[in-house]
């Protein structure tokens, strides 16, 4: 392995983070630095839209808003590299806790992947494409 690739490596699974940190701090007019712009982001397997950030972004927002706190813990991830594009699966957690009208806190929860196809830009890495694979959910 040389050092550009363990250069892209380290800039996939640091965008990858950039993601999960954006919508984990509800700061999702960062993810503006995650995906391009023409990117499709694929939200169907849980109700949710297939499309450009533009569309599918405002959604996820919208869905989160019944939940005070979340936290993604993103596990392993895989990365094939092929010149000026990529593709990574990441393992992910999501614990998410709500409050009931009397105060007691419920703790939902989801897993899955992300799978994201990138490009390098001038700008770094990009996501011009992300799955969201959910394999298990607990509370819903």
Known sequence: MDLQELSDRQEITDLITRYTRAVDTRSFEDLVHVFTDDAVLDYSIVGGPKDVPAVVVPWIEKGLAGF????????????????????????????????????????????GYYHHDLVRTPLGWRSRGIVDDVVWTRGF
């Open 68 to 111: 005070d706190r979340f936290q993604h813990l993103i596990g392993q991830v895989s990365i094939e590299l092929d010149g000026d594009a990529a593709r990574a699966t990441a393992y992910f957690t999501n614990p998410m806790v709500s409050t009931d009208p009397d105060g007691t806190e419920k703790l939902w929860e989801v897993g």
